[in-house]
C-alpha cells in the first residue's frame, strides 16, 4: 500500500512537500508491497507477518493512516506530532516509540543539520515517521525487496529489521565526522597564518556546531542500551549482540566528536596565543623605534631652544650643526647595533 497527499508549506519557503506512506508485509520470508489496508491490518493483528510502515512527511497527515494499520497509544501519537524532541525511549500497552536523529554538516555555511526520526515498533510490526527523505532509507527499503534468506533483514524478524535501520542510520555519522575532520583541519592552518576576527568568529560557530551534534549523540547511546533492558521477549537474546554493536558505534561518535571539542578549544588557545604574541612584537617594534629617536630628540631639543647668546650658535660658521647630527646619527647606530646583539631586533 502506498498513499501520497500535497501538504502547503506555511513558511512560503517552498511551494508544496509530498506526504505519503508505504507498507511492506514479510509473510514466509518473502516481503510483499501494494497490499490492502484491511490484508494489513489483519496480518499485523493476528501475528501472522512482520509488517514495515514508513511515513514520510507531515505527521498530522500520516498519523491518521497508521492509525488505520496499527493501534497507537496517545503518548506516542503526541511524540510523532513533536518536531523537535530529545533522544529516548517510550513504551506503552506492549509498544515501543524511540526517537533518533538524523545528523548532517553543511561545509558551506559551516552548520549543523539535525532532522528527527522516530520508530515505533510491536509484535509485529515497525513504523518509521520522518519529515525529509532520507538516501539511507530508501537504499534499506529496496534490500528487502531484492535480498532473499538470511540476507533479507525483515524475513529474519523484527528484530533484525529493526537494528538494520538504526545501524543504518548510525553509519550515516561517520561521514559526517569526516567532513568535520577536514574541515578542523583547516581551520589549524587558519588560526597560525590569520589572526583576523573571521578565524575566531570560524572558531566559535565551529564549536556551536560541534556541541549541538554532540547533545544530539549522547542520548542516543543511552537508548541502544533500553533497547536490550526494556523490551522484554520483544527483542531475543541472540538479537541483543547486534544492539550493543550499534551502541557501541554511537559512543564511538560520541566520543570523537568530544575529542573536536577539545581540539576546537584548544585551536581557540592557540588563536588568542597567536594574536597575544603578534601584538607583543608590534609593541616591541615600536618601543624599539622610540628607543631609537628618545636620545636625538633630546639633543635636537636642546639645540632647538631659541637663544641668542647659546654657544657656539653665531660663531662657528656652521659646523656645530653638522657635528650634532652625525652625533644623533652615531647614537642611532650603537643602538641597533646593541639591539641586534641582544636579539631585539
Given at each position: 500500500m502506498t498513499t501520497t497527499s500535497q501538504t502547503n508549506d506555511r513558511s512560503g519557503a517552498s511551494a508544496s512537500a509530498t506526504s505519503h506512506l508505504r507498507v511492506a508485509l514479510c509473510r514466509d520470508g518473502a516481503p510483499q508491497f501494494d497490499l490492502a489496508e484491511s490484508?494489513?491490518?489483519?496480518?499485523?493483528?493476528?501475528?501472522?507477518?512482520?509488517?514495515?510502515?514508513d511515513a514520510q512527511g507531515d505527521p498530522a497527515r500520516t498519523i491518521p493512516q497508521i492509525t488505520r494499520l496499527v493501534h497507537l497509544p496517545d503518548v506516542l501519537r503526541e511524540s510523532l506530532a513533536d518536531p523537535i524532541e530529545r533522544s529516548r525511549m517510550l513504551d506503552s500497552a506492549g509498544v515501543f516509540a524511540i526517537v533518533m536523529h538524523g545528523l548532517g554538516f553543511d561545509r558551506v555555511a559551516e552548520e549543523p543539520i539535525v532532522t528527527k526520526l522516530d520508530i515505533i515498533f510491536g509484535p509485529g510490526f515497525l513504523i518509521t515517521s520522518h519529515r525529509e527523505r532520507y538516501e539511507w532509507l530508501e537504499q534499506v527499503w529496496g534490500e528487502i525487496g531484492k535480498a532473499t534468506g538470511e540476507e533479507n533483514a525483515m524475513a529474519r524478524g523484527l528484530p533484525y529489521l529493526l537494528h538494520t535501520v538504526i545501524d543504518s542510520l548510525v553509519d550515516t555519522y561517520f561521514p559526517v565526522l569526516d567532513t568535520l575532520d577536514d574541515v578542523i583541519d583547516e581551520l589549524e592552518i587558519?588560526?597560525?597564518?590569520d589572526t583576523s576576527n573571521?578565524?575566531?568568529?570560524?572558531?566559535f560557530h565551529l564549536k556551536r556546531a560541534v556541541a549541538t551534534l554532540r547533545r544530539v549523540t549522547l542520548p542516543q547511546a543511552e537508548v541502544m542500551s533500553s533497547i536490550t533492558m526494556r523490551t522484554g521477549a520483544l527483542i531475543p537474546a541472540d538479537?541483543?549482540?547486534?544492539?550493543?554493536?550499534?551502541?557501541?558505534?554511537?559512543?564511538?561518535?560520541y566520543e570523537m566528536l568530544d575529542s573536536y571539542r577539545d581540539l576546537l578549544s584548544g585551536l581557540l588557545d592557540v588563536y588568542l596565543s597567536t594574536v597575544s604574541n603578534r601584538l607583543n612584537s608590534v609593541m616591541k617594534q615600536l618601543a624599539i623605534i622610540a628607543t631609537i629617536f628618545m636620545p636625538i630628540t633630546f639633543v635636537t631639543g636642546v639645540?632647538?631652544?631659541?637663544?641668542?647668546?647659546?654657544?657656539?650658535?653665531l660663531s662657528d660658521h656652521g659646523f656645530n650643526f653638522w657635528y650634532v647630527l652625525a652625533f644623533?646619527?652615531?647614537?642611532?647606530?650603537?643602538?641597533i647595533w646593541y639591539f641586534r646583539r641582544r636579539g631585539w631586533l
Open positions: 490484508e494489513i491490518a489483519q496480518a499485523i493483528s493476528s501475528g501472522s507477518a512482520v509488517a514495515w510502515i587558519s588560526v597560525v597564518n573571521k578565524v575566531q568568529q570560524r572558531l538479537a541483543e549482540p547486534y544492539f550493543a554493536d550499534v551502541r557501541d558505534h554511537t559512543v564511538r561518535v639645540f632647538g631652544q631659541n637663544f641668542g647668546s647659546m654657544p657656539q650658535v644623533m646619527a652615531l647614537v642611532s647606530v650603537t643602538q
